[in-house]
């Protein structure tokens, strides 16, 4: 069958008008885009730049999560799309988080990760992250991952894997042999960003509570302790909704995404379904911002209990 036509479909203007307006639109581009550049430093909230982590870190004891209590974070079959935006983008980038079973093994999941800027942030800073994480939700912690980034500067791709009978993380970087690394852990619960923010929606986000968790990203280490701050009702897509409202009172050693004395919140959702909503971080022009987009719920909807 032939696709159907439409015999509206607008034509070009060819008006003297119109040319000037696209002379004068390129002209103002030209003007503005290395400003937009010029200000817009992604190095602040990037995860790596390419440094080591000291090994001289002096980790505080901490209690070890409970499985049993952040397990019900993660659920087959969900995802969540946000829309990032600085400075003078508002659109700027999209990032989606999904979680699926393995084909193998049912207790295990596997969480993708897919970033990407958009637009004109594309076009200053064209950008493609994909992770993918083996997850073991019922002992809270990731077995292995993968992390792929394309970017106009570099290419990089990173394998990590847990091995916790020796107590140690192994990371492989297949672009830069000379990062090979086999680390300590120094607790016993790692977890990439994506399954960290997806652990926050098992936690009890009674007021002033707070959660630990460890990240490990692309053979670094790090402790973020989790506080909630308040319950506020904020401004999303799905209308005003009440959400718990967390910052990182500890972040050692310094995050460029979580960081403390408010320069990072994180925004999920007061009710049964506990969807992360917002995430914010203070930079040097303001603030960038991830805001939910779109998301999909396992048939299973109930993700936490209310407090």
């Given at each position: 069958?032939?696709?159907?036509?439409s015999?509206?479909?607008?034509?070009?203007?060819?008006?003297?008008?119109?040319?000037r307006a696209?002379?004068?639109?390129?002209?103002?581009?030209?003007?503005?885009?290395?400003?937009?550049?010029?200000?817009?430093?992604?190095s602040?909230?990037?995860?790596?730049d390419?440094?080591?982590q000291?090994q001289?870190?002096?980790?505080p004891e901490r209690?070890?999560p409970?499985?049993?209590?952040?397990?019900?974070?993660?659920?087959?079959?969900?995802?969540?799309?946000?829309?990032?935006?600085?400075?003078?983008?508002?659109?700027?980038?999209?990032?989606?988080?999904?979680?699926q079973?393995?084909?193998?093994?049912?207790?295990?999941?596997?969480?993708?990760?897919n970033?990407?800027?958009?637009?004109?942030?594309?076009?200053?800073?064209?950008?493609?992250?994909?992770?993918q994480?083996?997850?073991?939700?019922?002992?809270?912690?990731?077995?292995?991952?993968?992390?792929?980034?394309i970017?106009?500067?570099?290419?990089?791709?990173?394998?990590?894997?847990?091995d916790?009978?020796?107590?140690?993380?192994?990371?492989?970087?297949e672009?830069?042999p000379?990062?090979?690394t086999?680390?300590?852990l120094?607790?016993?619960v790692p977890?990439d960003?994506?399954s960290?923010?997806?652990?926050?929606?098992?936690?009890?986000?009674?007021?002033?509570?707070?959660?630990?968790f460890?990240?490990?990203?692309k053979?670094?280490?790090?402790?973020?302790?989790?506080?909630?701050?308040k319950?506020?009702?904020?401004?999303?897509?799905?209308?005003?909704?009440?959400?718990?409202?967390?910052?990182?009172?500890?972040?050692?050693?310094?995050?460029?995404?979580?960081?403390?004395?408010?320069?990072?919140?994180?925004?999920?959702?007061?009710?049964?379904?506990?969807?992360?909503?917002r995430?914010?971080?203070k930079?040097?022009?303001?603030?960038?911002?991830?805001?939910?987009?779109a998301?999909?719920?396992?048939n299973d909807t109930l993700?936490?209990?209310?407090?």
């Amino acid at each position: 069958m032939m696709p159907l036509v439409s015999h509206n479909t607008p034509r070009f203007n060819h008006s003297p008008k119109y040319g000037r307006a696209c002379c004068s639109f390129i002209l103002l581009w030209a003007v503005i885009a290395p400003t937009v550049a010029a200000k817009i430093n992604l190095s602040e909230i990037r995860d790596d730049d390419g440094s080591t982590q000291s090994q001289e870190i002096v980790w505080p004891e901490r209690d070890v999560p409970d499985p049993a209590e952040t397990a019900s974070g993660f659920k087959s079959g969900e995802k969540f799309q946000f829309r990032g935006q600085w400075g003078l983008l508002r659109k700027a980038a999209r990032l989606t988080i999904s979680i699926q079973a393995t084909e193998t093994d049912d207790a295990l999941l596997l969480v993708k990760t897919n970033v990407r800027t958009l637009g004109l942030a594309k076009a200053l800073f064209p950008i493609l992250f994909e992770g993918q994480t083996l997850l073991q939700p019922q002992k809270g912690r990731i077995l292995n991952s993968r992390v792929t980034e394309i970017s106009r500067s570099r290419e990089t791709d990173v394998k990590t894997t847990f091995d916790y009978e020796a107590g140690n993380m192994s990371l492989v970087d297949e672009t830069r042999p000379d990062r090979n690394t086999t680390k300590s852990l120094p607790y016993p619960v790692p977890l990439d960003y994506a399954s960290a923010l997806l652990q926050v929606r098992g936690w009890n986000l009674a007021q002033d509570s707070r959660h630990s968790f460890l990240i490990s990203s692309k053979g670094k280490f790090y402790l973020i302790e989790m506080q909630t701050m308040k319950t506020e009702s904020i401004q999303t897509k799905f209308g005003k909704l009440d959400a718990f409202k967390l910052e990182p009172i500890l972040a050692l050693p310094q995050s460029k995404l979580f960081r403390e004395g408010g320069k990072m919140s994180l925004w999920v959702s007061a009710d049964e379904r506990r969807i992360p909503l917002r995430i914010d971080f203070k930079i040097s022009i303001g603030t960038a911002s991830l805001r939910i987009e779109a998301f999909t719920l396992s048939n299973d909807t109930l993700v936490a209990q209310s407090q």
